[in-house]
């Protein structure tokens, strides 16, 4: 009897454990519905400046980088 | 490879709220959301007063994007955070999360229920076929499609607001205080917030415990 207890006492205290409890972090993934490209679009037919290749991402970026240089006052002037 | 950033150059923002009408305009922003707005410093100090205007800054490692429930948002590939407002649950957490306060909700209906959040796009839409109906009414404007930058940053009449990749931006800003004959205390937190106490020091470096658990 005296064994049966110790042994119930051994069991019961086995679950009195002090594991790690940490947080871990777990990077989520976008679910939504896949985007297109800005690149992957006709430049404005009418009345637009704007110049690219449909599908060639290195154009359009040429586009916007000529776009992102009119913010620039002084080449602007000295143009 | 474009990393599309924003730029605000304090020292020239006059708090005209161009940019923010501007955003309003071209994406017909609803009543009661502010994709932008200027905020002011020291306002009514002569001298001392300074202004920048913020909205999302597309941050290359969003907390928004990270606290998401319902992984709502994407990065696209150059740079610009955006999320789907299908799947948003309009709980929240990103507005938490943002440093900036970009993200904002519509007032649904009554008792204070949210609307699916709202936020800046850089004007480069959403997960909507590209310059569509749908994509207009639910995000704005699809700019960057027609190959041109966000509304706000072209509006800006004293090209205080800049827009676009970050390098480019970085290399305006730079060439611009190298003209104004300033050195690099034009830019940063001494500007923005004054020197500080005559003599202050930097706090220091709070020496790091080993082996703590953390």
């Known amino acids: 009897m005296k064994k049966l ?9 086995a679950a009195c454990g002090e594991p790690d409890q940490v947080v871990v972090y777990k990077q989520g993934k976008y679910q939504g519905k896949p985007d ?10 009418l009345g637009g400046s704007a110049k690219w290749t449909k599908g060639d991402r290195a154009s359009w970026e040429t586009q916007i980088k000529a776009r992102q240089m009119t913010q620039h006052e002084d080449k602007r002037i000295y143009q | ?18 940019c923010v009408t501007a955003c309003k305009q071209e994406n017909e922003v609803p009543w009661g959301v502010n994709r932008r707005r200027v905020v002011t410093i020291n306002d009514g100090v002569v001298g001392a007063e300074k202004s920048i205007s913020v909205a999302c800054m597309h941050c290359s490692d969003a907390p928004c994007m990270a606290v998401c429930p319902v992984d709502c948002f994407y990065r696209t590939d150059d740079g610009v955070v955006l999320h789907d407002k299908d799947l948003c649950i309009g709980c929240g957490y990103c507005f938490y999360a943002c440093p900036f306060g970009a993200p904002q909700f519509p007032q649904a209906g009554a008792f204070g229920l949210r609307g699916k959040m709202d936020k800046c796009t850089f004007c480069a839409g959403g997960p909507e076929t590209d310059k569509s109906e749908a994509e207009f009414k639910k995000y704005g404007r699809n700019r960057l499609a027609e190959g041109k930058l966000p509304a706000c940053a072209e509006m800006c009449s004293t090209k205080a607001l800049l827009g676009g990749d970050g390098d480019v931006i970085a290399d305006i800003y730079r060439e611009r205080v190298l003209r104004r004959g300033k050195g690099s205390e034009v830019w940063g937190w001494g500007t923005a917030y004054g020197p500080g106490k005559p003599g202050a020091q930097p706090p220091a470096q709070q020496p790091q415990p080993t082996g703590a658990r953390s």
């Open chain 1, 5 to 13: 207890l110790m042994l119930i006492a051994v069991f019961g205290l």
């Open chain 1, 36 to 45: 297109t490209r800005p690149w992957d679009n006709e430049p404005l037919a």
């Open chain 2, 1 to 18: 490879m474009a990393r599309m950033k924003f730029l605000v150059d304090a020292e020239r923002c006059i708090e005209c709220n161009g």
